[in-house]
T-cell receptor, first 111, second 110 residues
Framework: DAGVIQSPRHEVTEMGQEVTLRCKPI?????LFWYRQTMMRGLELLIYFNNNVPIDDSGMPEDRFSAKMPNASFSTLKIQPSEPRDSAVYFC?????????FGEGSRLTVL | QQPVQSPQAVILREGEDAVINCSSS?????VHWYRQKHGEAPVFLMILLKGGEQKGHDKISASFNEKKQQSSLYLTASQLSYSGTYFC???????????FGTGTRLKVLA
């Protein structure tokens, strides 16, 4: 299997622009997670899905953040409008037997 | 609530041992350990379940004290490849809601 696939790997945008991050989980994994990593806060859980349904979105920082999972093989995390403090590495992960498999991350820089 | 890890950073010589601790203020269902190398994604090391046994993986092992809500990761005879940031992830119920600690940076010198 190709593993968890994220795109884009790097995104540089200006404050106020919309950002969409994409994730394809490993086939057959029915949980999908979005994490954000910064030096100050470490790995923060933003939201996770089970069978395409959001289970817990209490980590989503503001209404500017939204996430969807229209089917078992695709999820998006959207930030609109983006702000400089959103700069971070965003990881998507899926799970099997309790083990999280992380994608390579999307590094977002908001200027 | 985020688990607390200690120490925040440690430097070792090859062959030395290290212990990384993870402590939670809540009762835990499971504890996970991951290692992340610079610029890469975290990689799973092991999972410890409530009521389960101490786990081992080559020269890396871990324990889980349910009563104290603590876990420790033991690295013995460290190798250069052990360098990285170690994260514990805690789960307070069997819902897969994994919350990670702030990490312990470990560097092994030749």
């Amino acid at each position: 299997d190709a593993g968890v696939i994220q795109s884009p790997r790097h995104e540089v945008t200006e404050m106020g622009q919309e950002v969409t991050l994409r994730c394809k989980p490993i086939s057959g994994h029915d949980y999908l997670f979005w994490y954000r990593q910064t030096m100050m806060r470490g790995l923060e859980l933003l939201i996770y899905f089970n069978n395409n349904v959001p289970i817990d979105d209490s980590g989503m920082p503001e209404d500017r953040f939204s996430a969807k999972m229209p089917n078992a093989s695709f999820s998006t995390l959207k930030i609109q409008p983006s702000e400089p403090r959103d700069s971070a590495v965003y990881f998507c992960a899926s799970i099997y037997s309790g083990e999280l498999f992380f994608g390579e991350g999307s590094r977002l820089t908001v200027l | 609530q985020q688990p607390v890890q200690s120490p925040q950073a440690v430097i070792l010589r090859e062959g030395e041992d290290a212990v990384i601790n993870c402590s939670s203020s809540k009762a835990l269902y499971s504890v996970h350990w991951y290692r992340q190398k610079h610029g890469e994604a975290p990689v799973f090391l092991m999972i410890l379940l409530k009521g389960g046994e101490q786990k081992g993986h080559d020269k890396i092992s871990a324990s889980f004290n349910e009563k104290k809500q603590q876990s420790s990761l033991y690295l013995t005879a460290s190798q250069l490849s052990y360098s990285g940031t170690y994260f514990c992830g805690t789960e307070t119920s069997g819902t897969y809601k994994y919350i990670f600690g702030t990490g312990t940076r470990l560097k092994v010198l030749a």
